[in-house]
């Protein structure tokens, strides 16, 4: 069933799934014509944003759902995703879950969208008719979504983005991590390859240059004055969007709920939405708690992530930035 190219044109379409600051984490080697095993590139996490290695595990768990999606296209299905919890990292690489393939699988219809699923950083144009059923059959199909409506509520939200978005800003060591994952011009050598490009932050070029200065060497100078909150502010983005609070069991491993949310922002893909995530607003203790109670996520559930999503007013940006097949071979 597998062998070196099947594995590789699986992992062309598996690597279209999102990962945390596009850092792409996941890595694979063949163990057998019906066996992987899942590696983590322990030289991209992110100990600043992601001190816990949380969202890096869900970005694993994003693909692994990319694989079931791509398996089901050929014929082939998920047959056992064993995490491997004492495993040690050698050669930079840590094994993070053995996967066991079988033969026979219906395609899953939500394959069609992974090409088109994108994160979309650009603004809204206000919902019409259309774009209210597309929302209401989102919500109706996703159990794990509360969805937010009306003006007031999602300006809210928006406030407390800024204010969580900040809080983190505010820590020196985030602020370089996340710099360091910026592609700020296309004359950076990893600008097609990984990270946060320019174009995929819907930054035009004279806001990206400034940028660098605002996160960089400027930011305490812009605190002291100020003016470094209304800088980084995305209040704006907000506008005419909806929220969705995605939500899982508490307690449950991250590589199940990565596969729940890249399963999540597909369904949306489907319902021709636009969505990014607001991470921040779920990763701050503050936020989160007042997300939770002011929209009254269940009970035993927890608040993973947060999505502004709606009808995008404009286009996708072009090709996506990705590592090449064979580097994502080990
Ligand atoms: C766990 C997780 C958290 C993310 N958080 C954010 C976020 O807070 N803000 C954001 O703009 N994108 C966020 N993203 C989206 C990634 O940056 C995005 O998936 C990556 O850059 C690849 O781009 P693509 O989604 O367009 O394929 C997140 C993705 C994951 C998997």
Request: proline share 7%; hydrophobic share 45%.
């Amino acid at each position: 069933m597998l062998d070196r190219a099947v594995l590789e044109d699986l992992l062309a379409e598996v690597r279209l799934a999102p990962s945390v600051h596009n850092i792409q984490p996941t890595r694979w080697r063949l163990l057998g014509n019906d066996a992987l095993l899942l590696l983590e590139d322990v030289t991209r996490r992110l100990p600043a944003a992601d001190p816990s290695g949380h969202d890096v595990r869900l970005s694993h768990g994003a693909a692994i759902e990319g694989l079931s999606l791509a398996l089901g296209r050929r014929g082939l299905k998920l047959a056992e995703v064993e995490p491997l919890i004492d495993a040690a990292a050698s050669d930079g690489v840590l094994p993070v879950a053995r996967i066991t393939i079988a033969a026979g699988r219906e395609p899953d219809g939500l394959a069609d969208f992974v090409s088109a699923r994108t994160s979309w950083r650009g603004g809204f144009r206000p919902l019409d008719q259309a774009g209210e059923a597309a929302l209401y059959m989102f919500s109706a199909m996703v159990g794990d979504v509360q969805l937010v409506r009306g003006a007031e509520a999602i300006d809210a939200i928006a406030r407390l983005a800024d204010e969580a978005g900040f809080h983190f800003l505010c820590d020196d060591a985030h602020r370089a991590e996340l710099l360091h994952w910026m592609r700020l011009s296309r004359s950076d050598p990893s600008y097609e390859r990984d990270g946060l490009s320019a174009e995929a932050m819907a930054m035009p070029g004279v806001v990206a240059f400034g940028t660098r200065f605002v996160l960089g060497p400027l930011f305490p100078l812009l605190r002291r004055l100020g003016l470094a909150a209304t800088l980084a502010s995305e209040r704006g983005k907000f506008a005419n969007s909806a929220v969705a609070l995605f939500h899982r069991p508490e307690g449950e491993d991250p590589l199940t709920t990565g596969r729940a949310f890249y399963r999540a922002w597909l369904m949306l893909t489907a319902q021709r939405l636009a969505a990014c995530p607001v991470s921040v607003l779920a990763d701050w203790p503050a936020s989160n708690r007042q997300l939770v109670d002011r929209h009254s996520v269940p009970p035993g559930r927890r608040l993973v992530n947060v999505f502004r999503l709606g009808l995008p007013a404009g286009s996708p940006p072009g090709g996506k930035a990705r590592l090449p097949v064979a580097e994502l071979i080990v």
